[in-house]
């Protein structure tokens, strides 16, 4: 039975923390749930927000209209391939159970990208990623429903149209789509990505029984738990920041300015600049103004120590992007989403 809540609060559904009510709100357990709150004369003509497990939102305000949750659920191998499999997972699965239930399949890929926080359904938004593996490396297709009329269809991997922390559904028609179930295939032989240097140094050091997808799993949980705080224990939505891209002109200006740059090759003159190393050296990391702060460890995620306001982040955001702009002359563009949309 679909469920239609009035002035619920948000505190819970949002990982930064941040109060906000929505005036109605409704848990979705099959698609054709919104087929019938767009028949619902209370909601049908109201605008509708998607909210998974809230860990990639800044909640500026009250949403005045519709916030709607994925909660289908289910995970199933449907197809055998040549080499591996494909799977479909339903978009209210948590997605480290998903990664984690793979690996028990004896299906690899997806062991980068353990511990991401957050829902099945949200991982093609922003195009998850982690440890030198993206979702898009891995996806297959989406099955997602048009939040104006209820009708669904399967977008393929191009037309997904992935890029760094985005996708279609996030650019190109924001809002407009509702992620249902996602495909993917895996692997039945391990093809271990260890490109990011840290984790190929930790896992060299393995002993060889523990040289395995699992091995890499738990050596990437152990690598985010020593640097990511853990939402439960401290409010935060991850990186804050995209890691920015400049030219080569920036590029090499900023590397005789900085000899200590951090700053990644992304091929046709393009440099991906380390924000978190940014945010450091303007002299953000660990400090805090009122109840939020860059965190000590990842000078990159926001944190929230208590009670925080959305004016508070917004604050603490536009000084970090002001400074980082005043040192290095480049722009900052946040990662989460903003609702209500700015
Ligand atoms: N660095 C600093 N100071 C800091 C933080 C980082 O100097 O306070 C420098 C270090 O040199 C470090 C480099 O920046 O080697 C890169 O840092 P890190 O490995 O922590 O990764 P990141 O670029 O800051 C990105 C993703 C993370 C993902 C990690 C690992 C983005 C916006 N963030 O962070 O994703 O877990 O790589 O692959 O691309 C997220 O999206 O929420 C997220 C946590």
């Known amino acids: 039975m679909l469920m239609l809540s009035e002035n619920v609060s948000l505190l819970s559904h949002n990982t930064l923390k941040l109060q906000a009510n929505a005036r109605w709100y409704a848990e979705l357990h099959k698609p054709a749930d919104i087929t019938d709150l767009r028949s619902d004369p209370r909601v049908k003509q109201l605008p509708m927000t998607i909210l998974g497990e809230g860990s990639n939102v800044v909640l500026h305000a009250d949403i005045p209209h519709l916030v709607v949750r994925p909660l289908m659920r289910g995970k199933a191998i449907i197809e055998a391939l040549e080499d591996g499999a494909l799977i479909e ?26 511990l991401i926080p957050g829902s099945v359904g949200a991982a093609p938004y922003q195009n998850i990623g982690a440890y030198g593996v993206e979702l898009s490396d891995l996806l297959d297709s989406v099955m997602a429903c048009s939040v104006v009329d209820g009708h669904c269809r399967r977008f ?19 809002g407009q789509w ?16 260890l490109e990011y240097a840290d984790l190929q140094h930790r896992f060299e050091s393995l002993p060889e029984s523990q040289k395995t997808p699992e091995g890499l799993r738990s050596l990437i949980i152990a690598l985010r738990m020593s640097k990511l705080p ?23 200006q900023l590397r005789q ?57 917004q604050e603490l955001a536009a000084a970090v992007v002001q400074s980082v702009w005043a040192l290095f002359a480049v722009l900052l563009e946040q990662e989460p989403v903003n609702f209500p949309v700015l």
């Not at 992304?266 to 103004?289: F, M, N, S, T």
């Open 89 to 114: 997972c339903q978009a209210g699965e948590n997605w480290d159970d998903l990664v984690r239930w793979s690996l028990d399949q004896g299906l690899y890929g997806l062991e980068n990208l353990s």
């Open 257 to 313: 300015r900085f000899p200590d740059l951090v700053a990644f090759s992304q091929g046709g003159g393009h440099y991906k600049l380390a924000a978190g190393w940014l945010i450091e050296k303007a002299g953000w990391k660990g400090r805090r103004l009122g109840s939020v702060g860059m965190h000590e460890k990842q000078a990159l995620v926001l944190v929230n120590y208590g009670g925080a306001t959305a004016a508070e982040v």
């Open 156 to 174: 393929t991997r191009d037309q997904c149209c992935f890029g760094y922390r985005d996708s279609f559904f996030k650019s190109h028609e924001p």
């Open 230 to 252: 853990d939402p439960a224990e401290l409010a935060n939505v991850g990186s804050f920041f995209k890691n920015p891209v400049v030219n080569e002109q920036l590029y090499s």
């Open 178 to 193: 509702l992620v249902t179930s996602i495909r993917l295939r895996l692997s039945r032989y391990p093809r271990l990505r």
